[in-house]
């Protein structure tokens, strides 16, 4: 079974910064894009970022181009967030998502998802 | 940039009974739309893609079809564990996005 096991959300000051990461198992991780999508509680879901499967592509939302950057390990079969010049709009729960690839005959989809890790930029 | 909305905000609905939720994207976007499924606390779930495919493991009373920049999920014969909030999300173009979602409730 694909597992998805999200570290490194808190608390930071505006201006801060902090590293997320999610680490998965359950199949070959080098095959898949993978992607950060977050939720402001009790609202909808924002795709954020995402990784393809070596490294080469990464892409961004508009709201966090500049500030974010995400990157993966693939031989720890680890994908990573580094948010910087965090902003109080920046809270939310991120969650790392597994793309679907050829099970679902494109890509750009989310077929699994880790359970998700708190990110709070208060003062 | 792609623009989904989604339609109604809440649906009350009664177990048995069924449910059609919309989504309506701002231009074209093929059959590149897909249906999630969350629950409270949990993390979303796949449920359709290619717009009218079921992930694997989702019940066929989920459906899902298109018209155009329309698209709908159906959901036959509600059950407990299907009152949630349920997104659409294009995969067409960036950025990708999601619809502001559904909330099925029990009427």
């Known amino acids: 079974d694909v597992q998805l096991v999200q570290s490194g959300g808190g608390l930071v000051q505006p201006g801060g910064s902090l590293r997320l990461s999610c680490a998965a198992s359950g199949f070959i991780f080098d095959d898949y894009t993978m992607h950060w999508v977050r939720q402001v509680p009790g609202k909808g879901l924002e795709w954020v970022s995402l990784?393809?499967?070596?490294?080469?592509?990464?892409e961004y939302a508009d709201s966090v181009k500049g500030r974010f950057t995400v990157s993966r390990d693939n031989s720890r079969n680890s994908v990573h967030l580094q948010m910087n010049s965090l902003r109080t709009e920046d809270s939310a729960l991120y969650f790392c998502?597994?793309?679907?690839?050829?099970?679902?005959?494109?890509?750009?989809?989310?077929?699994?998802w880790g359970p998700g890790t708190v990110v709070t930029v208060s003062s | 940039e792609i623009m989904m909305t989604q339609s109604p905000v809440t649906l009350s609905v009664s177990p048995g009974e069924s449910a059609t939720l919309s989504c309506r994207a701002n231009?074209?976007?093929?059959?590149?739309l897909a249906w999630y499924q969350q629950k409270h606390g949990q993390a979303p779930r796949l449920l359709i893609y290619g717009a009218s495919t079921r992930a694997t493991g989702v019940p066929a009373r989920f459906s899902g079809s298109a018209s155009g920049t329309e698209f709908t999920l159906t959901i036959s014969s509600l059950q407990s564990g299907d009152f949630a909030v349920y997104y659409c999300?294009?995969?067409?173009?960036?950025?990708?996005?999601f619809g502001g979602g559904t909330k099925v409730e029990t009427k």
């Open positions: 231009q074209s976007i093929n059959s590149d």
């Open positions: 990784i393809s499967w070596d490294g080469s592509k990464t």
């Open positions: 999300q294009q995969y067409n173009a960036w950025p990708l996005a």
């Open positions: 998502a597994k793309d679907c690839g050829g099970a679902c005959l494109s890509v750009w989809l989310f077929d699994s």
